[in-house]
């Protein structure tokens, strides 16, 4: 999985809960994403990061906040989960905005 | 119209089969076409990336761009029961969201090739 990580790679949790996923790389590249997957919709992408400190919105990032402290470390928190955040969560990285993205082994979440 | 359109199966084929997965696309601007293969709970791994239109070829996997037709294919020669996983179309265009690169995906086609 070129050098990604994800933890915890399953977690149960209740409604209104904060939950924090961590994507961890090293492989030194510039660009981070989180996407979740879910059946009838695909991969769809959260939030990116394209510096320390820098990140953008996706596609679907309301109820999402991310943070990048350090280059390999990216950080996704769901403020209080509900069960429509049920999903599988993918992390990514790339070395620049157009090259191929590889990806983490995923994170199970399932929000009771 | 979504943007990216691509029939989820699931595909059925015998091995040794040739197998066509393909997706069709509404935004011009595309430029970055990329197959993914995804493993049954795995993290989709990276199987061609193409820019232009025309083929390309990497073993028994040739990708297709058509960009007049917004159409691209993936063909997989002499099927085996381990190229059975589900293969994601993916594309991107400069400047998408702000940002360069980013990706979107299609739905996915499950395929499964049997001994």
């Known amino acids: 999985d070129a050098g990604i990580t994800q933890s915890p790679r399953h977690k149960v949790t209740e409604t209104g809960t904060p939950v924090t996923l961590r994507c961890h790389q090293t492989e030194n590249h510039r660009y981070m994403y989180w996407y979740r997957q879910d059946p009838g919709h695909g991969l769809r992408l959260i939030h990116y990061s394209y510096g320390v400190k820098d990140t953008d919105k996706g596609e679907v990032s309301d109820g999402y906040s991310v943070s990048r402290s350090k280059t390999e470390d990216f950080l996704l928190t769901l403020e209080s989960a509900t069960s429509s955040q049920t999903s599988v969560y993918f992390c990514a990285i790339s070395a620049g905005g157009l090259d191929e993205q590889f990806f983490g082994p995923g994170t199970r979440l399932t929000v009771l | 119209q979504k943007e990216v359109e691509q029939d989820p199966g699931p595909l059925s084929v015998p091995e040794g089969a040739i197998v066509s997965l393909n997706c069709t696309y509404s935004?011009?601007?595309?430029?970055?076409f990329m197959w993914y293969r995804q493993y049954s709970r795995k993290g989709p791994e990276l199987l061609m990336y193409?820019?232009?239109?025309g083929n390309k070829e990497d073993g028994r996997f040739t990708a297709q761009v058509d960009k007049s037709s917004k159409y691209i294919s993936l063909f997989i020669r002499d099927s085996q029961p381990s190229d059975s996983a589900t293969y994601l179309c993916?594309?991107?265009?400069?400047?998408?969201?702000?940002?360069?690169?980013?990706?979107?995906f299609g739905k996915g086609t499950k395929l499964s090739v049997k001994p």
């Open positions: 993916a594309m991107s265009r400069p400047n998408y969201g702000g940002s360069q690169g980013n990706l979107i």
């Open positions: 935004n011009s601007a595309f430029q970055y």
């Open positions: 193409t820019y232009s239109s």
